[in-house]
């Protein structure tokens, strides 16, 4: 898996932004933003448990659900993969903890 794969599920998921909400989980995601900030949240716990639990197969399966979820948010707020890279690519000189000093 690299960049690509993301960009094209994020392109993938961009095209079913406008289907009906009964035909696409993602749309119907889009339009429920308050159920999107849930199973993202939900995603997240769960992932969290299953690491605690040294549950390998768990921690792969929600990863792939909080990335898939993540990606239906950053499609409902028109934010593109490569803006979160470019984010991520001006942290990689920091310090975790001079970045985090940095927002405060």
Do not use: C
Not at 4 to 24: C, V
């Amino acid at each position: 898996m690299n960049d690509q794969f993301i960009r094209e599920m994020y392109d993938s998921l961009k095209k079913r932004k406008n289907k009906s909400k009964n035909k696409s989980y993602t749309s119907y995601l889009i339009k429920n933003p308050e159920l999107l900030g849930k199973k993202i949240g939900e995603e997240s716990s769960e992932l969290i448990i299953d690491f605690i639990k040294k549950n390998k197969d768990g921690v792969i399966n929600e990863s792939a659900d909080l990335i898939y979820h993540l990606l239906v948010l950053w499609v409902s707020t028109g934010i593109d993969p490569r803006e979160v890279w470019e984010e991520l690519s001006n942290r990689k000189s920091k310090s975790g903890f001079e970045e985090k000093n940095s927002r405060s």
